[in-house]
Structures are given as C-alpha cells and as structure tokens.
C-alpha cells in the first residue's frame, strides 16, 4: 500500500482526532502537526508526541515559517502525555529508528520520513508532508 491508498482510507475513516509520532517529538512529528493544522477543517483535532520527547528543534521551525506556519511556541509532548485521549488516526513518521507504540485504539499508518539533519533535509520532509496533506484534506 502507498500513502495515497492510505490517503483513501482516511477519507473513508472521517477522523476526528490523529496523532503524529516520532521518537522525540522535536522535529517530523511536530512538522506535521503545524502542517496539518493548518490545512486541516477546523473540528480535526490534530496532536503530536513521542517516546522520548526532547525540545522542539529550532530548524524544524524555520522550515515551516518559510510557508508561513508558526510552530515556535510548540513544545514536545510524551506519548503518556496523551494516556486516555480518544485517538482515531496515529500516523508514525520514523524511518531508521523504532517508532513509539499507541496502546489505545486507533488506525495506524506509517509514512516514514527520514530524520532530518540540516535544514535542507528539513525542508524535504516539510514538502513532502505538505504534499500528503494537500492531497488529503484538498481533495474536492
């Protein structure tokens, strides 16, 4: 399956929370929230966390306000954080690393997207989260 097939699925699932994870929450996890947020209708709730939470990584906030999308005052939330909250979509973005586990409900979906490094590594993951969102959330 392809992240456009799981785009289908999402459609079809009508969520009205997701959760994005990585294992700091400092820089892809936090992307997509500030991504998806701002795409996103306004009644999805949109969260992010992860296993070992650190601090929001100051590249992953210039590369998006470069698209003009604020995420300077996001701070790294752990996944126990969110222990109790009604998740219907976990979405985890970790590519070499071991992924944090949602024990509550939900559909899970995988977009694995490397950990970026420099900013222009940043901003390839910006673009290509961007590119999912707009597929789903602008898709007439």
């Known amino acids: 399956m392809t992240w456009r097939d799981d785009i289908v699925r999402l ?9 994005f994870m990585c294992v700091a929450n400092s820089a892809r996890s936090q992307m997509a929230e500030g991504l998806a947020r701002s795409l ?4 999805l709730r949109v969260s992010s966390a992860g296993s070992y939470p650190w601090t929001v990584n100051p590249l992953a ?7 003009g999308i604020d995420i300077s005052d996001h701070e790294s939330k752990s996944v126990a954080d969110l222990e109790g909250e009604v998740v219907d ?4 973005l970790c590519a070499e690393e071991v992924c944090p586990t949602w024990l509550g409900e939900a559909e899970h979906f ?10 222009d590594d940043f901003r390839a993951v910006r673009d290509e989260l ?5 597929t789903w959330f602008c898709r007439k």
């Open 130 to 134: 961007k590119r999912r969102f707009e």
């Open 110 to 119: 995988h977009w694995p997207q490397r950990d970026p490094q420099d900013l």
């Open 40 to 43: 996103a209708p306004e009644e």
């Open 61 to 67: 906030i210039d590369a998006l306000a470069e698209i």
């Open 11 to 19: 459609h079809q699932l009508a969520p009205k929370h997701i959760l």
């Open 89 to 92: 979509v976990v979405i985890t």
